[in-house]
Every structure is written in structure tokens, then in C-alpha cells.
């Protein structure tokens, strides 16, 4: 199996798209601090989540899930976009707030003091909950009894 590199906005978007609310907020007065056109308002809908046994099996509909979308328009042109689970409209066009700065000319800017911050967080977090997780696997072996 081919595992395809992620484009530096697929990266970012990824980031945006697990960030909570309360990790977007400190920057919220930055990220709004433009012109800006709502091209989508924020709006809640549903969608289908599939899944597959051990990750290789047959598709089967495990249920569905709620997601918040939106688009906006910098004055520069930038068009941001976020789809985010859950039902916050706010975290939504933020998102697609930042999507939209990060592809304009400050984007190392934003890089720097938004997505890589976010990243780290997330990475340690998640390190943190691999490593709680660890601590309840169980080992399963079978001991021969010398007898065919």
C-alpha cells in the first residue's frame, strides 16, 4: 500500500480541523481583524460515517455524525474553507478564517504562530494518551504443554 505525502495545506487543514474551540480562541481577534466575506455562513448538517473491519474489510454504514461547514473570502481573494466535526459555528469560521490567511502572503507568519503550536499540542497529546493507553494492554500468549 502507496502512502501518499501530505501537501503542506493538507497538513494545516488537518490541524485546524482537530483544534478545539478554546485552542482557536487567542487568536480570534487576529483572525477576524480583516475584510471578509461569508461565502457559506457556518451551517450544521450530518454525514454518513463508513467503517471497515481491521481497516481492509468490506465497507459497512457504522452511522452518522454532525459536521459544521464554512467558506469565507478575504479582501485579497484568499478563499478559506473548513469542515469540522461537531455543531460549533464559531470554530467553524474561524477555521476557515485561518485556511483563508494561510494561503496569503503571511503565511509563515501563521504557520509559525498558529498551526505549529497547534500541532505540537496535539501531538503531545495524543503521545500522552497512547502512553495511558499502554498502560492497560494485555499481552495474550499460549504456553505449550508438550503433549501433540
Partial sequence: MHIREQSPRQRW???????????LAPFESDLRDCAYQLIR?????MTLVRGRMGGTGA??????MSV????????????GYSYRAGRDKRQAELAALAD????G???????????????AAQARRAAQKAAETATTRVE??????GED
Avoid at 465497507?59 to 452518522?64: D, I, S, V
Avoid at 467558506?71 to 484568499?78: N, P, T
Fill in 13 to 23: 487543514m488537518a490541524v485546524l480541523a482537530r483544534a478545539s474551540a478554546a485552542d
Fill in 100 to 103: 483563508a490567511h494561510l494561503q
Fill in 140 to 145: 495474550f500468549f499460549t504456553l505449550l504443554r
Fill in 41 to 45: 455562513p457556518a451551517e450544521i448538517g
Fill in 68 to 79: 459544521t461547514r464554512c467558506v469565507v473570502r478575504l479582501a485579497d481573494g484568499s478563499t
Fill in 105 to 119: 502572503p503571511q503565511q509563515s507568519r501563521w504557520l509559525a504562530e498558529l498551526i505549529e503550536p497547534l500541532a
Fill in 59 to 64: 465497507p459497512f454504514n457504522l452511522g452518522e
